[in-house]
């Protein structure tokens, strides 16, 4: 068996959040969006990571993923994401922080997904 990428699916009750922390705050670019349909969705990349985004409020409330982002520059990825959403930065993991098992780490989080950055 062979795998190239893994692509996870995150449930918006109003879609329009993720698109404000995957679009707005990270950079992500929309490759392809269905936002007029019954259930809106948006395929989003950057880097050769992929994501879908849904507008579902049933699954939206079933579920509540935390994502990691690996990165080889925490300390911009920090400056960059504190200086434009420091609102999304997570209380008990607001600055770049050394974890016990070696990673650089801090974390956002919006009413939907948390994301953890680590650098190791």
């Known amino acids: 068996m062979n795998f190239s990428r893994i692509v996870p699916s995150v449930f918006y009750i109003d879609i329009s959040d993720g698109l404000k922390l995957f679009v707005d ?24 990571i992929r994501i879908m985004l849904f507008q579902d409020e049933q699954l939206a409330k079933e579920h509540y993923p935390e994502l990691r982002l690996e990165t080889d ?3 911009e990825v920090f ?8 609102h999304l ?5 607001n ?3 050394r974890r016990p098992w ?6 956002i989080a919006d009413n939907q997904v948390g994301i953890r950055f680590q650098q190791w």
């Open 25 to 48: 705050c990270l950079q992500f670019s929309i490759v392809h969006k269905d936002l007029k349909t019954s259930q809106p969705y948006c395929v989003l990349e950057k880097n050769g």
């Open 73 to 75: 520059n925490i300390e």
């Open 79 to 86: 400056e960059k994401v504190s200086a434009s959403h420091p």
């Open 89 to 93: 930065l997570h209380p008990n993991l």
């Open 95 to 97: 600055k770049v922080t």
């Open 102 to 107: 070696g990673a650089k780490e801090f974390a």
